[in-house]
Nanobody
Framework: QVQLVESGGGLVQPGGSLRLSCAASGRIRSVNSMTWYRQAPGKQRELVAGITSGGNTNYADSAKGRFTISRDNAKNTVYLQTNSLEPEDTAVYYC????????????????????WGPGTQVTVSS
């Protein structure tokens, strides 16, 4: 079993900041790319920011200059520092990780899958 658990969401005023965390645990051999997505009410889920195991990052245009993604490989954890939050940032934020597990078969080697966390709510309101 592999689990992702997000934390750090909450209610914040416009212009405020939150630091989201997502920790992966379980039968993990290695964690490859890790990505934050978000889904606002009535909208499709969208990519916010991603980071590879080597530390290369990419951001949605809406996140550039305000959000910073980082990771701690020793803890299998990814972070999203969100600054200058706006009401439009209100959404459920989900963590996604590409993980090579310790499940092994002779035919296909170590099992590699994409996992999702349950999400953490971020509400930006005065």
């Amino acid at each position: 079993q592999v689990q992702l658990v997000e934390s750090g969401g909450g209610l914040v005023q416009p212009g405020g900041s939150l630091r989201l965390s997502c920790a992966a645990s379980g039968r993990i051999r290695s964690v490859n790319s890790m990505t934050w997505y978000r889904q606002a009410p009535g909208k499709q889920r969208e990519l916010v920011a991603g980071i590879t195991s080597g530390g290369n990052t990419n951001y949605a245009d809406s996140a550039k200059g305000r959000f910073t993604i980082s990771r701690d490989n020793a803890k299998n954890t990814v972070y999203l520092q969100t600054n200058s939050l706006e009401p439009e940032d209100t959404a459920v934020y989900y963590c996604n990780a590409d993980i090579t597990t310790t499940y092994f078969s002779l035919s296909s080697g170590f099992k590699r899958e994409t996992y999702w966390g349950p999400g953490t709510q971020v509400t930006v309101s005065s």
